[in-house]
């Protein structure tokens, strides 16, 4: 049997940076073919060559898609071709409909006149056989991002793809989105459709894969069967050493309370009756690591961003920052108190894709570098330079644009962003996602020193094994209600999932 897919030794330069060397990769038809590596290996820009985002003349080498040499222009050539891609980064138009993002371009149409009805019946129907809950007629900007993820499968899907190519597609939603998903592809496996498939989370990699080809500085280092590999083996393979315990053995000696917080309520935006926190109190000393466990939609993120003065919606309660009483009404009040919080979603929230890594790293510690009005370009150079070799960004300069990073790097970025205010109290939201194992052990090491240092930080995380690793303590939320708290020595996987269920 011939693959259908076929790239022969292909290359790709951005100024300064061999992004992809001489990659050899192939996909035969019904196979599921996972794509790893570190941040910044190349695996976004190799699929980007498949899906004619950037144009053949562009790149060095060959596309054979069933035995023929492709030269794609655009996304809407390799479509044809059979090639469907949801990206790493979502794509949709939020102020569109469901219906009409999955057929953007493509509307059902007689004589130039888009046919709504059958727009929305056929929307519906692929949205159905997803299993899929959502009115075709929604905004897409009123769905969560997770959803907003299963959206961009349906549009992939209605394109009857014999190529799709899935890069990230996990790292936004719930465990039971993930099983949702992967029911789909397994179907779509049985179809014949072949699957690349871009993922850090080598646990979904195993259960699905076929073959694994692990990139590593825009080189293939291997293709192999998943069979012949193990978990450990492919890390090995991908950061080119052996990575231990990705954790550091962690022993803080914790400071006077940083941040309390008292009777915390959120209430939810559409619906002002409605509690996404339930009188939450808790608080959290200097050094010290707290975790904050919990299912997705248990009201983790509200609870921060409550505290931080980001929460759209009505809150009360109580904030001390070292004793003292603050009011705290947007977020330049939380940074002027001495917080700073990572967002989950650094699209929306984090960075400014267009941007220089400098300017983003310095946008929130502005003051603090440059003097109240004066900015000096020279010293916000040096800062951001030193907070990347810290955290090992993988870029050239801090004039790099932000946008042209990995999207790892782009992680590293906005937490160095937050390091140079110089906070007390540091939130950090879903810290590691998308982020690879090595860059994550450095991440780790780096809240580790944090702590260390005295600072106060409070993580939300969706891994398990991240809350456990790193936190001193742990509390866990349950519709919005506070539901367990455990030390380091007493939380368990059972302990906090049965807490995190509602069984406690
Ligand atoms: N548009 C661009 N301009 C300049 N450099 C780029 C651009 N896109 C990617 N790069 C660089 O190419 C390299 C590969 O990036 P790519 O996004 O393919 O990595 P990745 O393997 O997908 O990483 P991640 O797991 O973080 O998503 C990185 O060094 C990145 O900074
Ligand atoms: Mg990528």
Redesign the pocket.
């Known amino acids: 049997m011939n693959p259908i897919l076929e790239m022969r030794a292909i290359t790709k330069e951005?100024p300064g940076?061999k992004?992809l060397d001489g990659v050899t990769f192939d996909l035969y038809e019904g196979e599921f073919h996972s794509l790893v590596?570190e941040?910044?290996?190349?695996?976004?820009?190799l699929m980007k060559t498949l899906s004619g985002v950037y144009p053949y003349g562009t790149y060095g080498g060959d596309i054979v898609i069933d035995g023929e040499i492709r030269q794609f222009k655009t996304i809407r050539d390799s479509e044809h071709a059979g090639v469907a891609i949801i990206f790493?980064e979502l794509s949709l138009v939020k102020e569109l409909t469901v219906g009409e993002n999955i057929f953007l371009g493509r509307e059902p149409s007689k004589f130039g006149i888009i046919n709504w009805s059958e727009l929305y019946q056929k929307a519906a129907k692929l949205l159905q056989d997803l299993n899929l809950p959502i009115d075709p007629r929604t905004p897409v900007g009123n769905l969560g991002i997770g959803q907003q993820q299963l959206v961009e499968i349906a549009k992939a899907l209605s394109q009857s793809a014999k190529i799709l190519v899935l890069d990230e597609p996990t790292a936004a939603l719930t465990e039971s989105e993930v099983e949702t998903l992967f029911e789909i592809l397994r179907k779509l496996k049985s179809r014949g459709v072949g699957m690349i498939y871009i993922s850090?989370k080598l646990d979904e990699v195993f259960e699905m894969s076929d073959r694994i080809t692990v990139?590593r500085d825009g080189k293939t280092v291997g293709t192999q069967n998943a069979g012949d590999l193990t978990k450990d083996k492919v890390i090995a393979l991908m950061v080119g050493r052996e990575v231990g315990d990705i954790f550091p053995k962690t022993s803080h000696e914790f400071g006077d309370t940083a941040l309390e917080v008292r009777n915390l309520n959120a209430f939810d935006l559409d619906n002002p009756d409605k509690k996404l926190v339930d009188n939450v109190s808790f608080s959290v000393k200097k050094g010290e690591v707290l975790g904050i466990s919990g299912l997705m939609g248990a009201g983790r993120s509200e609870l921060l961003m409550s505290i931080f003065g980001a929460w759209q919606g009505k809150s009360t309660g109580e904030v001390l920052v070292e004793g003292k009483q603050v009011s705290i009404n947007s977020p330049s009040e939380a940074i002027k108190n001495g917080i700073g919080f990572v967002t989950e979603d650094r699209k929306r929230f984090g960075l400014l894709l267009e941007q220089p890594i400098r300017d983003n790293m310095t946008l929130a510690g502005l003051k603090k570098i440059s003097g109240a009005f004066v900015t000096h370009l020279s010293k916000e150079t040096v800062a951001a330079r030193g907070a990347m070799q810290s955290l090992k960004v993988?870029?050239n300069s801090p004039l790099t644009v932000a946008g042209?990073?990995?999207?790892?790097?782009q992680q590293k970025v906005v937490l160095g962003k937050w390091l140079l205010t110089n906070p007390k109290v540091l939130f950090l939201d879903e810290p590691t996602r998308?982020i690879?194992v090595g860059a994550k052990q450095e991440i780790y090491s780096e809240i580790n020193k944090l702590a260390k240092e005295g600072l106060a930080i409070v993580m939300v995380s969706s891994e398990l094994p991240e809350v456990l690793g790193l936190s001193d303590r742990v509390l866990v939320l349950h519709e919005g209600k506070l539901t367990g708290e455990f030390s380091k020595n007493e939380a368990t996987p059972e302990k906090v999932m049965a807490a995190a269920t509602g069984n406690h």
């Not at 042209?404 to 790097?409: E, F, I, P, Q, V």
């Open positions: 951005f940076v992004a590596g941040n910044g290996a190349g695996k976004s820009t790493q850090h990139l993988k870029a042209t990073l990995s999207g790892g790097n998308g690879d």
